[in-house]
């Protein structure tokens, strides 16, 4: 019994040396590989003037489009275009049947030639009244001078009183008639004001008529291409119903929504790159034409619409576009290799290097946050600061704070 406890204990004692043999020899072997000057490249992180392009897709849409409709109703007499026809501002397009139209025009201007008579009557009569006006006056100023006399003579018992009673009467008999000239001329010439009322008011009804008749023409308001057609010939249509849809040649526009990060940087009349990938065009010009003031309904981003009026060959509506907005000018960013990064279960690090001579350094690792990928390398956004030294390869072997080897 005695024997089977001491072989027991021998066997512990033997198990705690390896154990504490295979400890000393694990930290002997971390020692050395701290204590191994590993060689690293290096590099001084400088801020640099990089790529920094954004691209967002939309669709082709016509800078104009507008439906094109009769101004009043009618049956169709012609459609003198088809869809994909090119057409010109002005030209005609369909014409309604203009018989009746054509009977309110000659309609009206007889109504204005009677009008215009009516004027010409009332004139004259005015004419008249005024020739009476003078007679009147004129026989007044008689039957006055007349009346004055008589009355002297009266007034010195020279003559009857028949006699002065006629030559008052006389008198007031032109006042009165003078009077009543008068009134006819303010008559006749509130006479000729309605007749020239008439004139006016036909000659409203007939400008009406005669532009209702040129709305039986349908002609294009802008130039462009006919994209849709609605009505055929003979069929009758109410004032303002589509015929055609027109869309404009005046160039395109994409609306593209840009997220709040990026939109305080666009700006209106800013020029951007338009890529379409259906007729392989990647360097078309757009300008920034407007920028939504809000987000709603946009999942937190902004409407931007982009016009594109060169470059039009070959693009058609519907076509899906790629803006480049390209904010390369307005950043400078610290740009390391990408081999300079290295990520593990903490996140992303570097290691900076400080020099302890020419040749021989110290390594520190730092978390960095890292950006976006470009032609230089990627973007570190937080971590670091311009001026430091970090090592950018051989970094996979090397521990924080291990003395290296410096190589240019």
Known sequence: MKRLKGIFILLTLVTLSLMISGCNKSAAEQEAVEKTIRPVEYQQVELKRV?????????????????????????????????????????????????????QVKSVEAGLMQAKGGVSSTLAKVSQVESAIVSVEAQLTEAKNSFNRVRRLYENDNVAKADYDKAKAAKESAEAKLKQVKAQLVEAKEGVETAKARVASYQ????????????TKLKAPISGTIVQKNYEPNENINAGMPVFTLDGDQGFEVKVF??????????????????????????????????????????????????????????????????????????????????????????????TVTKVSD??????????????????????????????????????????????????
């Open 204 to 215: 409203s009804q007939l400008d009406l008529a005669k532009l209702k008749l040129e709305y």
């Open 51 to 103: 790529d920094s392009t954004y691209s967002y897709s939309g669709t082709l849409e016509p800078n104009v489009s507008t439906n094109v409709s009769f101004r009043v109703p009618g049956k169709i007499k012609e459609i003198l275009v088809e869809v994909g026809n090119k057409v010109s501002e002005g030209e005609l397009l369909a014409q309604l049947d203009d018989s009746d139209y054509k009977l």
């Open 359 to 408: 040749e021989r350094g110290r390594v520190n690792k730092v978390r960095v946050k890292v950006g976006r990928l470009n032609s230089e390398g990627i973007e570190v956004l937080e971590g670091l600061n311009a001026g430091e030294l970090v090592a950018t390869k051989g970094v996979t072997q090397i521990v924080d704070n291990q003395e290296v080897r410096l190589l240019k």
């Open 258 to 351: 840009v997220d709040e990060n990026l939109i305080p940087k666009v700006k209106e009349g800013q020029q951007v790159s338009v890529g379409i990938t259906a007729i392989n065009r990647d360097n078309l010009v757009g300008i920034v034409d407007n920028i939504g003031r809000q987000t709603r309904g946009y999942q937190g981003n902004y409407p931007v619409t982009i016009k594109i009026t060169k470059g039009l060959d070959n693009l058609k509506a519907g076509m899906t576009a790629k803006v480049y907005f390209d904010f390369s000018a307005d950043k400078k960013s610290l740009i390391l290799p990408v081999s300079a990064v290295v990520a593990d279960d903490g996140g992303n690090f570097v290691y």
